[in-house]
Nanobody, 127 residues
Framework: QVQLVESGGGLVQAGDSLRLSCTAS????????MGWFRQAPGKERESVVV???????EYADFVKGRFTISRDNAKNTMYLQMNSLKPEDTAVYYC?????????????????????WGQGIQVTVSS
């Protein structure tokens, strides 16, 4: 199995940028469908961006044009570059991984699609 650890969160001002990292150990992430999710206080955990092993990527509408997912297989790490941050982006961000294959990219945006989760990291955007 794979272990996931997020890093790079913190407190920033609106309009600033942050880059989150998700470092994996135990298995190579090249073999996993991966995703970034977030959970704001009082809300359910939602998909931010997901990516299949083949590189197909799906962003949530609320981050399109602002956030970018990437992977460095040599470092076994996935990244989330977050630009133009807004106060409504404040949440705990989680990375997730799955070995399962789904024919519909939208399935990768569901919490149930993933077997492995990081512990989460706080991102707070002040206005």
């Amino acid at each position: 199995q794979v272990q996931l650890v997020e890093s790079g969160g913190g407190l920033v001002q609106a309009g600033d940028s942050l880059r989150l990292s998700c470092t994996a150990s135990g298995r190579e992430i090249r073999n996993y469908g991966m995703g970034w999710f977030r959970q704001a206080p009082g809300k359910e955990r939602e998909s931010v961006v997901v990516q299949t092993t083949g590189g197909t990527t799906e962003y949530a509408d609320f981050v399109k044009g602002r956030f970018t997912i990437s992977r460095d297989n040599a470092k076994n790490t996935m990244y989330l570059q977050m630009n133009s941050l807004k106060p409504e982006d404040t949440a705990v961000y989680y990375c997730a991984a799955t070995l399962r294959y789904y024919s519909d990219i939208n399935d990768y945006a569901q919490n149930w699609a993933y077997d492995y989760w990081g512990q989460g990291i706080q991102v707070t955007v002040s206005s």
